[in-house]
């Protein structure tokens, strides 16, 4: 049997900041965008960045810094711009692999 797993990786610009890999069953796909943003708020968003990105879209104070992305090709969630924080379903080999429930 396959064991698969979240490979939830941060970086800033060329550095690499974050580096974590956790069993499939620990989180689900949207639990993983909560910690996604989180991690990208935490890690370069000041209070008011955060709250605008929970404001109601297309309000006056609304911004789209928390906004999460999944990449059609791969099984991979990203959030943020710098720093960004990704999320990719990787096998044992830590090599990106198909999930079925993204």
């Given at each position: ?25 620990q989180f689900s796909d949207e639990q993983m ?70």
């Open positions: 049997m396959k064991h698969l797993f979240w490979r939830i990786r941060g970086h800033d610009g060329f550095k690499d900041t974050f580096d974590k890999t956790v069993a499939l069953g965008k909560h910690l996604l943003r989180a991690l990208t708020a935490k890690a370069g968003l000041s209070e008011h960045e955060i709250v605008g990105a929970y404001a109601k879209r297309k309000t006056k104070i609304a911004n789209d810094l928390l906004d999460v992305h999944r990449d059609f090709r791969y099984p991979t969630y990203t959030c943020g711009d710098g720093p960004a924080f990704t999320a990719s379903v990787v096998d044992e080999h830590g090599k990106i692999t198909r999930h079925p429930t993204l």
